[in-house]
């Protein structure tokens, strides 16, 4: 009786996303993140349509509205390797064209998404590396820093990310972070 009842509220929630006001879009991004803490949540809230809706919050919501839809893309990744797959793509494809501020939050989300190793894979897949080194290279100081720590932990404990982390750009041209990564991938 619960799932159907949270079936029903998940399509309004995800239509005010597209064409609510501020408010609603920040009380709607932060229901369905209260809603993605039930796994089976997630798989229906993304069918719904949530994903790529809350991704494009990053780049026009007000601070509160991107804080919310923030918190539902790190909540709807858990346990889920498709979701994993399409907000990565989603977040990648943001972080390459959205606007200055879109790409320092987008980078703050890939930094804190790979903080969980499960979702490693998926961030460096959708390509996330080239465009996490170009932040390194001509972000804000905080996206740089943000981009470094992403980096560093996409590459943690895999010489596969590792290696495509050190690839990315050549040694004379790679930021110091990723020299580091290259000599101790040679170690």
């Known amino acids: 009786m619960m799932v159907s009842c949270v079936c029903r509220v998940q399509a309004p929630l995800v239509c005010l996303l597209r064409t609510g006001s501020l408010g609603a879009q920040e009380t709607s991004a932060g229901a369905l993140l209260w809603l993605a803490e039930s796994q089976t949540n997630r798989v229906s809230i993304a ?75 998926s961030i460096a897949k959708a390509g996330a590396v080239p465009e996490l080194v170009r932040q390194l290279e001509r972000g804000s100081p905080k996206a740089m820093g943000m981009a470094a720590q992403g980096l560093a932990l996409i590459a943690l404990r895999s010489a596969e990310f590792r290696s495509v982390v050190t690839q990315e750009r050549s040694p004379e041209r790679s ?10 991938d040679r170690s």
């Open 47 to 121: 069918d719904a349509g949530a994903i790529p809706l809350l991704v494009s919050l990053l780049d026009g919501g007000s601070e509160e509205v991107k804080e919310q839809a923030a918190g539902a893309l790190q909540m709807l990744v858990k346990n889920n390797l498709s979701n994993q797959k399409d907000i990565a793509e989603g977040l990648v494809e943001l972080l390459a064209t959205g606007s200055a501020s879109a790409q320092e939050h987008v980078t703050q989300l890939l930094k804190n998404l790979a903080r969980d190793p499960e979702n490693r894979a």
């Open 175 to 184: 930021p110091e972070c990723i020299r580091l990564l290259l000599i101790s």
